[in-house]
């Protein structure tokens, strides 16, 4: 069992690494259809967007719980 230490590491990840896999499999196809290279062309477009995902989760993430425990109660 992982440390609930790292609980909100984990939770990053795991968000931005199913953000990133959705939206790049849905715009790669979206953007150039299905053929034979697709998966080439989304294995290419999620190398880029992963760490941007997590990237933007990491940094994000605080930001918006503070928002959104301010507009809650």
Not at 34 to 50: G, M
Not at 57 to 64: K, M, R
């Amino acid at each position: 069992m992982i440390s609930k230490k790292y609980s909100q590491l984990l939770f990053v990840l795991i968000v931005g690494f199913f953000t990133s896999l959705v939206m790049t499999l849905l715009i790669t196809f979206i953007n150039t259809g299905l053929d034979e290279y697709y998966i080439n062309r989304f294995l290419k477009a999620w190398t880029v967007s992963l760490p941007i995902a997590i990237g933007t989760v990491l940094a994000l993430s605080p930001i918006v719980k503070k928002f959104v425990d301010k507009i809650t109660k």
